[in-house]
């Protein structure tokens, strides 16, 4: 059964919301905000984002988006910001973009262009690299953050055994994927909430509220590292929810002006 027939099948009447990991996750990183939505009736999908690099991710997740009816919520956790931002441009039922510790890049803008930008990152100095044979005949680089260093840079208010799982699974990125920019800006059209994660070692706070202010995004702050949809994805889903919420509630208003 493809995407698109499993959402009618369920034909809730509440729009989907697409799930987007980041690099060194995976779709598993979004379990906790899944089964919260899940019990609020929302369809759910948490896509396996690629991490090959932005057009090709965005490309993939796009493929996705266009097969599914009705109304989407999007949500993306990290490099993931990146992917939606290109992704969701022109996407006719995406009414919402949710950034979750996230970047909301401008066109020509790449993860490490941003990041750069304001200092208390720990990720230029956790990261180890693999060389692997790129799609053209020449070579990539996978990165990784060091497994004994991703608890503290990546999830440090998540419990310590959960956290090593987490460095142990983790999803490289291409070296590539991090320093691709962006070509379209999907914030610029469709309504954005984000959450600022206030003790992140990845995306430093005053990035994530330099980049809210600058999409004029609804902001909320809560008090989590990098990995907060690990480790609190109540707070995350209620997000999510409320940005659901509002753009049904427009969608709703321009169907009774239509009348």
Do not use: C
Not at 11 to 32: E, K, Q, R
Not at 93 to 117: F, M, Q, R, T
Not at 131 to 151: A, C, L, N, R, T
Request: net charge negative; charged share 20%; no cysteine.
């Amino acid at each position: 059964m493809n995407a698109a027939s499993d959402m009618s099948a369920q034909d809730t009447g509440m729009p989907t919301v697409v799930l987007i990991h980041g690099a060194f996750a995976g779709s598993s990183s979004w379990n906790g905000v899944i089964a919260n939505l899940k019990g609020r009736g929302y369809p759910v999908i948490a896509v396996a984002n690629p991490l090959r690099g932005v057009q090709k991710d965005a490309a993939y997740v796009r493929a996705l988006v266009d097969s599914l009816p009705g109304p989407v919520v999007m949500a993306a956790h990290s490099y993931g910001g990146l992917v939606m931002t290109e992704a969701a441009d022109g996407a006719a039922n995406v009414k919402a973009l949710v950034y979750v510790a996230s970047v909301s890049p401008d066109v020509g803008e790449s993860v490490i262009d941003l990041v750069g930008k304001y200092p208390g990152s720990q990720l230029p100095t956790s990261i180890t690299m693999v060389p692997i044979p790129s799609e053209d005949g020449g070579m990539d680089m996978d990165q990784y953050i060091k497994v004994d260093m991703f608890p503290e840079v990546f999830a440090a208010d998540v419990d310590r055994g959960t956290a090593e799982i987490m460095a142990a699974t983790q999803r490289p990125a291409t070296a590539s994927a991090q320093v691709g920019s962006v070509t379209k800006t999907a914030w610029k059209t469709i309504p954005s909430w984000t959450v600022i994660s206030t003790q992140d070692q990845g995306i430093p706070p005053d990035l994530q509220r330099f980049l809210a202010d600058r999409a004029k995004s609804t902001v909320v702050e809560i008090d989590g590292s990098h990995a907060v949809a690990v480790s609190q994805p109540d707070a995350v889903a209620d997000v999510i929810d409320t940005a659901a919420r509002a753009t049904t509630r427009v969608m709703q208003m321009s169907k009774s002006r239509q009348r």
